[in-house]
Structure formats: structure tokens, C-alpha cells
């Protein structure tokens, strides 16, 4: 679930990017989950009889590669997240249980605290496809505990106190695509999943 979690992160990114015609930027991050991810989540697709999703993978790819109009990419990207959204569903059967989400959660931001520290050191950009995976991961994030639902009090309380604390990074990434110097430090993520941890 977690490498699922980081495909969506890169596709978020990469989806953003096309919109914002930074076409080079959003082919990197479109390459990214065939090439880094997706071969090491197959052996779990075929233990557990889930279909995959590497055809819809490679049709936004392609898409993206060949530069076609934004409503195509994004028509596709659709297409694409609904077929994760199905394969998450077979493989994700014993991660159900809320604190398996906030589980989730902080296994991506513990890699997104990763990628920023690679990204941005000393408030100077090294480099930005990093920080976007960052933003990409930590929006994931955000997203599996904005839709967990099914909540008995307590856990809505811990929810919404989770989500307070994401939302508090946003400050990190003050633009998609960074430019001068950064006001951000991988150790605000890293202590925002230590909070989370102590909820």
C-alpha cells in the first residue's frame, strides 16, 4: 500500500505539472512509477489475483510523452487512478483498520521527509523533483486520512488532529515549482509524523 501511495504521489505531481505546462518537469514524475515502483508491487498483484494497472500506466505515459492536450492526460489520469483504486481495494483488504491508515500515513511521510532532505538543503533548491515528490507523497498522505471514514469518536479526534498537523506543512512548498531560496526543512515533516506517532 505504501508503494501504492507513492505511484498516486508521483501521478499527483506529475498531473499538477502538465496542467501548469511544465511539460519536461511532469514527464520525469510520469516515468517515475513504471520505472522506480511498479515492478516490485507485481508480486503482490499476483498473490493476490489483482489485474494491475500496467496498461493505463502506460497509456498516461505515452500520453504525457507525446505532449497531447491536458483534457486527454487528464482523462487518462482518471482513468488510471480508478484502476489503482480497484487493485487497492484486493490488496489493501487487511489494511482497512484506521490505525493501518495512520500507519500508511506516516510510512509516506517518513519518505517524503527523505525526499525533501535531498530536495531542499540549507534553503537551496538541489533539487526540485525531489521536493515535488515530497509535496506528491505528503498529498497522498493527506488524501488516505481525508477519505478514512467509519470513525468511532476518538478516532475522528485523532483524524482531525492528524490532518491539523499535515496541514501545517503546507508552508514547505511554497511553490510547485521552486525558484530563489526555500524557507523549508525535511525535520518539520519528520517531527510532524512524531506528533502523529503520539496522538
Request: without cysteine.
Amino acid at each position: 500500500m505504501t508503494h501504492l501511495g507513492l505511484v498516486r504521489g508521483h501521478l499527483h505531481v506529475g498531473i499538477e505539472l502538465y496542467k501548469g505546462e511544465y511539460f519536461e518537469n511532469a514527464k520525469r514524475h510520469m516515468k517515475h512509477p513504471k520505472s522506480e515502483l511498479y515492478s516490485a508491487i507485481i508480486p503482490t498483484f499476483e498473490a493476490k489475483k489483482a489485474k494491475g494497472f500496467a496498461v493505463e500506466l502506460a497509456n498516461l505515459a505515452l500520453s504525457v510523452e507525446s505532449n497531447e492536450e491536458f483534457k486527454m492526460v487528464s482523462r487518462k489520469y482518471e482513468i488510471l487512478l480508478n484502476v489503482i483504486s480497484e487493485n487497492e481495494k484486493i490488496v489493501g483488504t487487511e489494511n482497512n483498520t484506521f490505525n493501518e491508515k495512520i500507519s500508511l500515513v506516516n510510512a509516506l511521510l517518513e519518505i517524503a521527509a527523505e525526499e525533501y532532505a535531498i530536495g531542499i538543503v540549507d534553503g537551496n533548491v538541489e533539487n526540485k523533483f525531489e521536493y515535488q515528490d515530497a509535496l506528491g507523497f505528503t498529498t497522498v498522505a493527506k488524501n488516505i486520512l481525508e477519505e478514512t471514514g467509519s470513525l468511532n469518536s476518538l478516532q475522528v479526534s485523532k483524524k482531525n488532529k492528524a490532518l491539523g498537523i499535515i496541514n501545517d506543512l503546507s508552508s514547505l512548498w511554497p511553490s510547485l515549482v521552486p525558484t530563489g531560496k526555500i524557507k523549508g526543512d525535511a525535520k518539520k515533516i519528520s517531527a510532524a509524523v512524531n506528533k502523529i506517532k503520539a496522538l
